[in-house]
């Protein structure tokens, strides 16, 4: 079998050392690279091809978070597990980025080995404290309706509803503390997004959608 090829990314070159030396007796994993910053593990990454990324989250220039970002979004093939102190919102926003996971720092070998193992095969690393407040973000998510028509901005949909309450422009103008210039611009905006010829369709649209 082909081994795992690990790329480290941490601003600390002790650090990297110390994994370095860590892994290198695991006859399953190989250290392609090393980096120092966000910036630094993107331009390797076309090269390394790596199996694994082994990010540090706080690091000069561009962080941990949103390098994770950047490199799961344009190779979704590459996993990356985050290497922190604790599960704090750091570590929770890099899941939400893409990482498939944590080890705290300081961790044994067989823990890192075991969690790198698990993430090159496609699994998830997460603590119980973490995987709580994942569980609870995507229920949030899935109770949170859709807006109706998310082409709209939430301003063109306040004045839809007005206008679907029969209300002219310059009542809106005037409910709303806007000119009746900008309200006109907003109900125009609105026709064209909704596709709509005039007030009387637009009306019935939003009608439909229970607003």
Known sequence: M?????LLVDDHAAFRAGLRALLRPVEEMEVADEAASGEQALALLPRVQP??????LAMPGMGGVAATERITRDNPHVRVLVLSMADDD???AAVRAGARGYVLKGARRAEL????????EGEAIFG?????????YF????RKPEPSFPELTPREREILGLVAG????????????LSQKTVRNHVSSIFAKLR???????????RESGL
């Not at 199996?51 to 540090?56: A, E, H, K, Q």
């Not at 119980?128 to 609870?136: I, Q, S």
């Not at 229920?139 to 899935?142: E, G, K």
């Not at 029969?166 to 503390?177: D, E, F």
């Open 90 to 92: 750091a570590v929770f």
């Open 166 to 177: 029969h209300l002219t422009n310059v009542q809106i103008a005037a409910r709303l503390g």
């Open 196 to 206: 709509v010829a005039d007030r009387a369709e637009a009306i019935m649209r939003a």
């Open 139 to 142: 229920s949030d998510l899935a």
């Open 2 to 6: 082909e081994p795992i090829r690990v």
């Open 51 to 56: 199996d694994v990324v082994l990010m540090d």
């Open 113 to 120: 080995v075991r969690a790198i193992r698990a993430v090159a």
């Open 128 to 136: 119980p404290a973490l995987a709580g407040r994942l569980m609870g």
